[in-house]
């Protein structure tokens, strides 16, 4: 396995995961993405980890910053085949599939996705985590649906 995104990982060096790591030629897991900002310090310091209450907020800046790992290792949404939503409010599913809705919406894509209620995530006032595995197609213009 390859750790595909070194330019995505703390800039401090103490984090003890890869942000993406490619498996194969075409197949590449991204870690789970929360409103906390990408570039950030371990242990987290308060200041860089305030977040919005809002979960329509939050969700968009998971899904921009999952979007911007994508792209770095040439990938879009249309090559994302899974997608895993850890929520600390299951009553926010509903905001956060139309958030993912909107980003997917050019992709020609729908991917299969798990939605998990969970106590909380790391980083305070975090509300929802997603984690994404995407497969990069041999034309590279996405992945199969049936």
Request: proline share 4%; net charge negative.
């Given at each position: 396995?390859?750790?595909?995104?070194?330019?995505?990982?703390?800039?401090?060096?103490?984090?003890?995961?890869?942000?993406?790591?490619?498996?194969?030629?075409?197949?590449?897991w991204l870690s789970g993405a929360t409103a906390i900002p990408l570039y950030h310090h371990h242990p987290h310091i308060a200041d860089e980890c305030v977040l919005?209450?809002?979960?329509?907020?939050?969700?968009?800046?998971?899904?921009?910053?999952?979007?911007?790992?994508?792209?770095?290792?040439?990938?879009?949404?249309?090559?994302?085949?899974?997608?895993?939503?850890?929520?600390?409010?299951?009553?926010?599913?509903?905001?956060?599939?139309?958030?993912?809705?909107?980003?997917?919406?050019?992709?020609?894509?729908?991917?299969?996705?798990?939605?998990?209620?969970?106590?909380?995530?790391?980083?305070?006032?975090?509300?929802?985590?997603?984690?994404?595995?995407?497969?990069?197609?041999?034309?590279?213009?996405?992945?199969?649906?049936?």
């Amino acid at each position: 396995m390859t750790n595909t995104s070194t330019e995505f990982t703390s800039t401090d060096g103490g984090s003890p995961v890869s942000v993406s790591v490619r498996s194969t030629d075409t197949l590449f897991w991204l870690s789970g993405a929360t409103a906390i900002p990408l570039y950030h310090h371990h242990p987290h310091i308060a200041d860089e980890c305030v977040l919005p209450d809002d979960i329509v907020e939050q969700a968009r800046r998971v899904l921009t910053t999952i979007e911007d790992v994508l792209r770095f290792n040439g990938l879009g949404w249309g090559d994302v085949v899974k997608l895993s939503n850890f929520l600390t409010d299951p009553r926010d599913y509903n905001a956060v599939q139309q958030a993912i809705t909107q980003f997917f919406a050019d992709s020609g894509v729908t991917p299969a996705s798990t939605s998990v209620g969970i106590n909380g995530l790391s980083g305070e006032g975090a509300r929802l985590e997603i984690d994404v595995v995407a497969v990069r197609s041999s034309a590279q213009g996405g992945t199969e649906q049936k």
